[in-house]
């Protein structure tokens, strides 16, 4: 049975240990005009009955798949001859490769000789027992799962108070991956970003105003020490994201003001999901856009107006990308401008504010915290764009801040230097870690100022 059948049938026996135990709970209580009698509503019973029917036998299934690989490898380890498990661990775990490809029927590094055809086999042998085993043992626990709790079900049992308990376990189980997975990624680049550090100086990279990582693998190729200053990369992320920004904050914004407090029902019912439609459109259409139409009407009007405009430029890319992002800045500011009281708006009325007047002096300042969110969801969008950049803009880490001229941004040149066949030791492939690094450690400084200006406004405002 494969793994999306046994979780289908594990969902399709939790679904029936609800009915179940939502039926036991009628059966004990008498009928449906003695369900007062009962400690809990009966949902909860069917509830209490499908938790510990479908969540014990999918966390066994879980940690099964965790560890049925590397036991299977190592059982078709052990079975190999001793010639084979006598080789190094780098050239072993290409064998070991080898077999796993000739097993899922994928192309394997060399020729298929009969010890690795019987390799393979055995593995499929143990895979199909190990498959059979877990579909047995999970679904004994389901149903083990669902007739103990059955056989608990009495008018006394604290149904609702146990599986509240459960749902808070299981949010705070949720909550704690998310922080460990923070935590993960952001020692995993420390990690690599150190080891880059070793190899160039920290300050070369930080200060350094050149970008060439352009590393030999062999110290007798040509360009075998590369240029790893960052400050073009980063002043080309500013750049791009500060043209975006220019354009999407005060469309978006003015939209916003005018779709929440001038437009009537009708037009704000089509217009707004009209614009909301910019977020949903692929960013390699944009791409397209910035890099057939924009690029090159930029490039012809420079031409007349006698400017010298690369084929590829900042401004294209950073006209485009503040389309793109138009839709976060206004959605969540009209949201927030219509989250403000009416009480507000009329109360700057009475005491004789025109329209304007209100919208300036009391609804802007009251949303303004919604209104920072947004715009900072906008710039960290505009930040960790990479496909518009590659297209419009280019990949040239140039030193300028003339957005006429091609420049390239942080995301492009982590995509570009992980791109391919890479060696992980060498300082080429630790740059974009470096750079990882640097970038989370800015978007953070961002954040903190823009909680900081919230948190200074709110305690004014209040």
């Known amino acids: 049975m494969s793994s999306a059948t046994l979780l289908i049938v594990l969902l399709t026996l939790s679904s029936v240990a609800y009915y179940v135990g939502r039926r036991k709970a009628f059966a004990v209580a008498g009928g449906a005009a003695k369900i007062k009698d009962l400690h809990s509503?009966?949902?909860?019973?069917?509830?209490?009955?499908?938790?510990?029917?479908g969540i014990p036998a999918v966390i066994l299934f879980a940690f099964w798949l965790a560890f049925e690989s590397s036991i299977i490898t190592q059982l078709v380890i052990a079975d190999l001859p001793e010639e084979v498990r006598s080789l190094s661990a780098a050239r072993l775990n290409l064998v070991v490769n080898d077999i796993r490809n000739l097993v899922s029927g994928n192309i394997v590094s060399g020729d298929v000789n009969p010890t690795m055809q019987a390799a393979a086999d055995h593995y499929r042998s143990l895979k199909a027992t190990s498959d059979a085993a877990l579909a047995v043992v999970a679904v004994a626990v389901a149903i083990l799962g669902l007739v103990a709790v059955r056989a608990k079900i009495k008018p006394g049992l604290r149904a609702r108070n146990i599986v509240e308990q459960v749902i808070k376990y299981i949010l705070i189980a949720?909550?704690?991956?998310?922080?460990?997975?923070?935590?993960g990624i952001v020692l995993s680049v420390i990690y690599e970003a150190i080891l880059f550090f070793k190899a160039v100086s920290i300050t070369e990279f930080?200060?350094?105003l050149k970008w060439s990582p352009q590393t030999a693998i062999r110290s007798d190729q040509v360009g075998s020490s590369g240029a790893f200053g960052a400050v073009p990369v980063f002043l080309g992320t500013a750049l791009i994201s500060a043209i975006a920004m220019l354009v999407a904050v005060p469309i978006g914004l003015m939209s916003a003001i005018y779709l929440s407090e001038y437009?009537?029902?009708?037009f704000r019912a089509v217009a707004k999901p009209l614009i909301e439609i910019l977020a949903g459109i692929p960013t390699v259409v944009y791409g397209f856009f910035a890099a057939l139409t924009v690029a090159p009407f930029i490039r012809d009007t420079g031409a007349l107006l006698g400017l010298s405009v690369s084929s590829e430029s900042a401004l294209a890319a950073g006209l485009v990308m503040g389309i793109m992002i138009i839709p976060f800045v206004s959605s969540l500011s009209d949201d927030f401008i219509n989250a403000v009281p009416q009480a507000l708006r009329d109360g700057a009325y009475s005491l004789g504010a025109t329209q304007s007047e209100t919208i300036k002096q009391v609804v802007l300042p009251a949303a303004l915290p919604g209104i920072v969110g947004g715009v900072l969801l906008a710039v960290s969008r505009a930040i960790g764009e990479t496909m518009i950049v590659v297209m419009a803009a280019g990949l040239a880490a140039n030193l300028t801040v003339n957005p006429l001229k091609a420049v390239t941004t942080v995301t492009v040149q982590i995509v570009t230097l992980l791109v391919g066949d890479q060696e992980f030791d060498s300082a080429k492939t630790l740059a974009?870690?470096?750079?990882?690094?640097?970038?989370?450690?800015?978007?953070?400084?961002?954040?903190?100022?823009?909680l900081h200006v919230v948190r200074k406004y709110r305690e004014q405002y209040e």
Do not use: D, E, Q
Not at 41 to 53: D, E, N, Q, S, V
Not at 263 to 266: G, L, Q, W, Y
Not at 432 to 450: D, E, K, M, P, R
């Open 263 to 266: 437009a009537n029902k009708k």
């Open 206 to 208: 930080l200060f350094g």
């Open 432 to 450: 974009a870690f470096a750079l990882g690094l640097l970038l989370f450690i800015v978007t953070l400084f961002l954040n903190v100022i823009a």
């Open 174 to 183: 949720c909550s704690t991956i998310a922080i460990f997975t923070t935590i």
């Open 41 to 53: 509503r009966p949902t909860y019973y069917g509830t209490l009955t499908a938790i510990w029917c």
